[in-house]
């Protein structure tokens, strides 16, 4: 019987350091995190720029973020073709945009209210950064931070270590 515990735990551990290895393969970098929500609020503003007559709000945002929206959106091409295409940074930039339409279809009024406090928080913050971290942003994809995904393989092992020594003690 406890033979048959071990062998439990010890599939468990193994099925847990998997799984946190597959996160491992989308934790990106807070650099490549921060490209990945700016290119969504940019779309979600475009969107917005075009449904809720807002073209003037969303120009005096591009251009007052000029630098860093460019800065940010080749940040995000080179995090795609790291992971294996400029492809993936079209189809992403594309998904945004769709998901930001449909969502503007569904609730109209609300989106617009949301883009307008939108422009004018981005019009009162310290820098493009600033603003996007206030930001309500999902960020599309299975992308996790790397420091939340870590935090996440410590707990792991800590769990896997205390199994073992449960184990271990009931011997």
Do not use: W
């Amino acid at each position: 019987m406890l033979g048959s515990v071990k062998i439990v735990i010890a599939a468990a551990a193994v099925f847990a350091a998997a799984q946190t290895g597959a996160a491992a393969d989308n934790c990106v970098r807070h650099r490549d995190m921060m490209a990945l929500k700016v290119a969504a609020l940019q779309q979600q503003l475009m969107v917005a720029a075009l449904t809720c007559h807002a073209v003037p709000r969303y120009n005096q945002f591009v251009v007052g973020y000029r630098k860093q929206l460019f800065n940010s959106d080749n940040a995000l091409k080179a995090f795609f073709i790291r992971r294996g295409s400029v492809a993936g940074y079209h189809a992403y930039k594309t998904k945004l945009a769709n998901n930001a339409s449909l969502t503007s279809i569904a609730d109209m009024d609300s989106y617009c209210r949301a883009a307008f406090a939108a422009y004018d928080s981005a019009a009162n913050a310290p820098s493009l950064a600033a603003f996007v971290e206030l930001q309500p942003i999902i960020v599309e994809g299975d992308f996790t931070s790397c420091s939340e995904t870590r935090l996440a393989a410590r707990e792991d092992r800590r769990e896997r270590r205390h199994a073992l020594a449960e184990a271990e003690a009931t011997r």
